[in-house]
């Protein structure tokens, strides 16, 4: 659960900015979304060899067009 701390001056608006930002960085939505369906582990694997490959790519400009 998330808990802002809002003062009694503030407004409605800012106590709500500081909401969505807190919910952003928890990733809660991600997390649902990732336990909507099952994805085996060697898929997973796969796919986070295959994100480091393309960071490693971009990070020296090795990529191609």
Do not use: H, W
């Not at 001056?9 to 979304?33: F, G, H, T, W």
């Not at 336990?35 to 490693?56: D, G, H, M, N």
């Amino acid at each position: 659960m998330l808990i802002i701390d809002s003062k009694d001056c503030e407004n409605i608006d800012k106590a709500l900015k500081k909401y969505k930002k807190k919910y952003e960085k928890s990733r809660i939505l991600n997390q649902l979304r990732d336990r909507q369906s099952f994805t085996k582990p060697s898929i997973r694997r796969r796919t986070e060899i295959l994100k480091a490959v393309y960071k490693q790519q971009m990070a020296n400009g090795d990529f191609d067009v």
